[in-house]
C-alpha cells in the first residue's frame, strides 16, 4: 500500500471515531469516559475528572468488535505523544472489554511494555489495569484464558492484573487456583487474599477463606502462613485447657494443624509471665512449646516479658526464631522503652552461639547510645570472654557512628583480649575512618 493510501485510510478511520463520538455526544447514547485510577492519572499526564481537549472518545452502544479495531489501528498509525496516545487508548480498551474482552486484550497486550518516560516502572504496561472490572466481573472467562496461556508471553502480565482484581472481589474464587500457580504467583495471591479479608470483601468471611486454604498440603502453604487467615474468634473461644489437650492430639497425626493450634495458644498466653507460659505448657511436646512461647512473644504487650520469652525459645532449642528479626525488633522496642540496661544484662547471660551473635551486638547497641559514657563501668564488669570482647566492640562502634568520638572508640577497642577479633574490630574502626576521612588518633 502506498503511504498516500495509508493516509488515506488512517484519516478515515480517525473521521470515523471522530463522528462516532459526536453523534454519541449529541444523542446523549455514548459511553462515558472511565476515569483512570491515580496511577494511570499520573502515568498520562491527566489530572482527575479532566481530559485534553479533543482527546477523549465517546463510542456509541451500536459499535461492534470491528469499529473499535478500527479505531484502535487508527490511534496506533496517528501522530501523538506517547501519553496523548495511551489515553486515547484507555478511552476504547475498557468500552471494547464489553463487546469483545480477549481481542481488546490482545490489542493491549501489543502496546503494554509501551512506558511513558519519567513515571513510575508498571510492570503490567500502562493498559492493562484497564481492564480490572471486567475480569472481576468475569472471572471464570480471564482464568480460562490464562490457563488456555491465550496471549503467549503476555499471559504472565494479565495473571497479576486477574489476580489482584478477582482476589479483592472474591478471594474465594482466586484461593481456590492457588494449585494452578507457581510458588511466586502463590505468595502474591495469598497477599492479595489477606488483603481482601482486611477489606471485608463482600459475602466472604475469614471462615469460608480458611475453610479452603486448609485444604492446601503443607507444601504449599505452612502453618504461619494460614495464620493470617486464622478467623478471630476460632480460639479465644477455646478455653485454654481444652486447646492444650487439642495440640497434644494434633502433634502426632497433623504437624501443621498442632502448630496451628500452638500459635493460637500463644496469643492466648501472651499477657502472661514467661514464668507462667512455661508453666502452662510444661507437659507439650518440645516443637509446639517453642510455638508457643514464639506467639506470645510476637503478641505480648508487655515489654519486660519478652527477655524471658526469648529464654523459653532457647530452652527449647527454637535457635532458627531466635535469630529472626521479630526477635531483634522486640527485644530493641523493649531497650528504646526504657529497658535499655536491663535488655544489656540479659544479653551478657546469652550462650555463646552463632545464632545468638548478631542479638547480642543489637540487644547491648541501644544502652551504648543511650548511656555512651555511664556504660563503661557496666562493661569492665562484665566477666572476661566472648561476650565481653564483642561489647566493647560494639562500644566503639556506637562511640565512632552515632557519638563521633574517636578516643572512647580507642578506649574500647585496646580493653579487647582476644587478639583475632581485636583485628576484626579494628577493620570496622577502618571502614569507618575511610568513609569519614578521619586522620587522627
Aim: glycine share 8%.
Amino acid at each position: 500500500m502506498s503511504r498516500r493510501s495509508q493516509a488515506i485510510l488512517v484519516a478515515s478511520h480517525l473521521l470515523l471515531v471522530v463522528a462516532g463520538g459526536w453523534l454519541a455526544w449529541q444523542s446523549g447514547v455514548g459511553f462515558s469516559r472511565p476515569q483512570p485510577s491515580a496511577t494511570k492519572q499520573a502515568q498520562t499526564g491527566q489530572s482527575p475528572g479532566r481530559g485534553g481537549p479533543g482527546m477523549a472518545f465517546f463510542p456509541t452502544k451500536e459499535w461492534h468488535g470491528s469499529e473499535y479495531a478500527r479505531a484502535w489501528k487508527a490511534v496506533c498509525n496517528g501522530k501523538y505523544t506517547t501519553r496523548e496516545r495511551v489515553r486515547l487508548q484507555r478511552d476504547l480498551l475498557q468500552p471494547w472489554a464489553e463487546v469483545d474482552l480477549a481481542a481488546a486484550i490482545e490489542a493491549a497486550l501489543g502496546e503494554a511494555w509501551d512506558h511513558d518516560g519519567g513515571s513510575d516502572f508498571d510492570p503490567c504496561g500502562p493498559l492493562l489495569d484497564v481492564f480490572s472490572e471486567a475480569l472481576a466481573n468475569h472471572p471464570q472467562d480471564g482464568w480460562d484464558m490464562i490457563r488456555g496461556r491465550q496471549f503467549g508471553v503476555g499471559t504472565g502480565m494479565l495473571r497479576r492484573v486477574w489476580m489482584e482484581a478477582v482476589g479483592l472481589k472474591d478471594p474465594l474464587f482466586l484461593a481456590g487456583r492457588l494449585g494452578e500457580l507457581s510458588w511466586r504467583d502463590r505468595e502474591q495471591a495469598l497477599a492479595i487474599c489477606h488483603t481482601a479479608i482486611q477489606n471485608r470483601s463482600d459475602g466472604v468471611t475469614a471462615d469460608d477463606l480458611f475453610k479452603v486454604l486448609a485444604g492446601f498440603p503443607e507444601d504449599w502453604l505452612n502453618a504461619e502462613q494460614l495464620m493470617e487467615f486464622v478467623p478471630a474468634q476460632d480460639g479465644p473461644a477455646e478455653e485454654v485447657a481444652e486447646l492444650k489437650q487439642e495440640i497434644i492430639r494434633l502433634a502426632n497425626d497433623d504437624d501443621r494443624l498442632a502448630t496451628l493450634k500452638a500459635m493460637l495458644l500463644g496469643r492466648r498466653l501472651a499477657g502472661k509471665t514467661p514464668a507462667e507460659i512455661a508453666g502452662e505448657i510444661e507437659a507439650m511436646p518440645e516443637v509446639v512449646r517453642a510455638e508457643v512461647a514464639w506467639a506470645a512473644l510476637k503478641d505480648t504487650d508487655n515489654t519486660e516479658h519478652i527477655p524471658g520469652l526469648v529464654d523459653l525459645l532457647i530452652a527449647d532449642g527454637a535457635w532458627a526464631k531466635v535469630e529472626q528479626r521479630e526477635t531483634v525488633q522486640q527485644l530493641q522496642k523493649y531497650a528504646r522503652g526504657g529497658g535499655a540496661k536491663e535488655v544489656a544484662e540479659w544479653a551478657t547471660t546469652l550462650p555463646v552461639r552463632t545464632e545468638t551473635i548478631e542479638l547480642f551486638h543489637r540487644s547491648v547497641e541501644p544502652y551504648f547510645s543511650e548511656n555512651l559514657e555511664n556504660s563503661r563501668a557496666w562493661l569492665v564488669k562484665i566477666p572476661r570472654g566472648v561476650w565481653r570482647d564483642r561489647a566493647f566492640a560494639e562500644f566503639s562502634q556506637v562511640a565512632l557512628n552515632v557519638h563521633h568520638n574517636s578516643r572512647a572508640s580507642r578506649w574500647a577497642l585496646e580493653q579487647i583480649d582476644d587478639d583475632d577479633f581485636k583485628q576484626e574490630a579494628e577493620g570496622w574502626r577502618s571502614q569507618w575512618e575511610k568513609r569519614t576521612g578521619w586522620a587522627g588518633n
